[in-house]
């Protein structure tokens, strides 16, 4: 029944797509929970991808089996067709009668226990020191990186700065120390610690993509020798110094051989008699992959430099990676870095205590957030007259609604034609900031006058009255003319006048 397939492949389609924006409307407060429902969306998206494979495999129809069903029903008799059918059924559930049936209405449903399995999916999906992806946890690698040959004992702060630098002067260990097994192996399992982590905190990003970019930049720099600590020129057989190499500083003189700086040119010819470097010098020329002659000696066999030259692609390959990934987790190596400080400073008790106190606020919020959807899905509000709502959340009783006048409309033009219910919502708009606005922004700084003034004609002749009458007040008090009696007293002219009719001057 490919009809059946196809018509259930539909369904489980919606109903995924349906699942998915439930999800994303959901904003969880906590990063456990907001990992599980990415991490749940993620799973959501695969299935779509591999439902979406099987329908368009039914859709194309490879064997005719869905050209040749649509056939029968359409020509052959419908009742014989539906009798067929239904026989299969009944045999089918006959042999398997305890074959479960699956509710796709439920099965993306969100709800408490779909959350409960996903966030402790999560739980045990990272450890303690990674906080659910906010920090990284290297305390294994810094232990391998301890146990590698040429490398100094840095402590776990140190490594984090350094764990992404493979050049010298930071990175002590030489090229033929670099090609070694446990170096392979220390840098495999660092890239994959990387790429698991982006994994399990991003589940919804592109992550294939970001790869195969890392990989094609690589194959670019390594095909134009732009790799430094791997370049064919740093790997020549030339014994004399080269200031251009990684790692001199510029300010001494750089052996290539043994990978080493001296800060003048006497010390660096009296270490050309040295054993240490015609040690280096000898297994840098046996292990060089160029058809040369290395101090006037046989060339190099070139099977062998090619298999060590392949080598070295692979090393370099796994550092690019690393330092690629590490720069996309640039956030969480600096948070990691500010954490590993502040725990340095803690005891073990109180680091216990953190740890604790984290786990339980998570599971506050979950409660919390399950509380809140139960009341709101239980607690159906009746409100067919729009009524406002009072402090309770419910509406408020209908008389008292006529009483404070609630249904009659104020509107205010300088407002922006913004309609108050009531006549006390009315009464407070003009000590708003609504209102104050509108009024500033028609020219109008005295506010207090304008009262019950609502409209914008009406208030921009206030105003014009207004500064009228101020400025004839100063002109009538600029034209007073001032007089003085002989004891300094200063008075209008018209005053002074009257007063010296009546003899008081």
């Given amino acids: 029944m490919l009809l059946e397939d196809q018509r259930f492949l539909h369904e ?19 990063i456990r929970d907001r990992l599980a429902r990415d991490h749940q969306i993620s799973s959501f998206l695969a299935r779509i991808q591999e439902q979406s494979k099987r329908l368009l495999d039914i859709y194309q129809d490879g064997e005719g089996m869905r050209k040749k069903e649509i056939q029968e029903i359409s020509t052959g008799d419908p009742f014989e067709t539906f009798y067929k059918q239904l026989n299969e059924i009944k045999d089918f559930h006959r042999r398997y009668p305890n074959e479960p049936v699956e509710n796709l209405e439920r099965a993306y449903k969100k709800g408490v226990t779909d959350a409960e399995i996903m966030t402790g999916e999560i739980d045990s999906m990272f450890t303690g020191e990674e906080a659910f992806g906010r920090f990284l946890d290297l305390t294994t690698l810094h232990e391998d990186y301890l146990n590698l040959r040429g490398v100094k004992r840095v402590t776990y702060l140190q490594y984090l700065d350094l764990f992404d630098v493979f050049s010298p002067p930071q990175c002590p260990m030489k090229r033929a120390e670099k090609n070694t097994d446990q170096y392979f192996t220390y840098l495999g399992s660092l890239a994959a610690y990387l790429e698991s982590f982006l994994k399990r905190t991003r589940p919804l990003e592109d992550l294939d993509k970001l790869f195969v970019e890392i990989e094609r930049k690589f194959e670019a720099a390594w095909d134009a020798d732009e790799i430094p600590e791997w ?29 080493k700086e001296f800060k003048n040119e006497n010390v660096y010819k009296n270490h050309l008699s040295g054993k240490k470097h015609i040690k280096a010098a000898e297994a840098r020329s046996t292990g060089g992959g160029h058809d040369q002659p290395v101090n006037g000696g046989g ?26 990934l590490t720069e996309t987790l640039r956030q969480q190596r600096n948070d990691t870095r ?13 680091r216990q205590m953190e740890l604790e106190a984290l786990f339980a606020n998570s599971a506050e919020l979950t409660t919390q957030a399950n509380d809140d959807s139960d009341s709101d899905s239980d ?23 006529k009483l404070h006048g609630l249904g009659v409309e104020f509107p205010c033009e300088i407002c922006g034609n913004f309609v108050y219910m009531g006549r006390r919502a009315f009464d407070k708009h003009f000590n708003e900031a609504r209102h104050i606005y509108g009024l500033k922004c028609l020219g109008i700084t005295n506010t207090t006058l304008f009262r019950e003034i609502t409209g914008i004609e009406d208030a921009l002749k206030l105003w014009d009255k207004i500064q009228r009458d101020k400025k004839k007040e100063k002109v009538t008090t600029e034209n007073v003319v001032q007089m003085e009696d002989a004891e300094g007293n200063v008075m209008p002219e018209k005053v002074y006048y009257d007063l010296q009719k009546q003899g008081l001057l």
């Fill in 379 to 401: 607690e159906k509000i009746y409100n067919p007259l729009k009524l406002p709502l009072a402090w309770d959340g419910k509406p408020i009783p209908y008389w008292l609604y």
């Fill in 299 to 324: 060339p190099v066999r070139v099977g062998a430099g090619n298999a060590r030259r392949f080598k070295e692609r692979a090393i370099a390959e796994r550092e690019f990676r690393v330092r690629q």
């Fill in 338 to 350: 500010v954490n590993v400080e502040r725990k340095q400073g803690m005891t073990e008790r109180e």
């Fill in 231 to 259: 370049s064919v020129e740093g790997h020549s057989t030339s014994v004399g110094p080269k200031v251009g190499d990684s790692g001199h500083t510029g300010e001494g003189v750089w052996c290539a051989d043994c990978e």
């Fill in 12 to 30: 489980d389609l919606e109903r995924l797509e349906q699942g998915i924006s439930d999800r994303v409307l959901d904003e969880p407060r906590h």
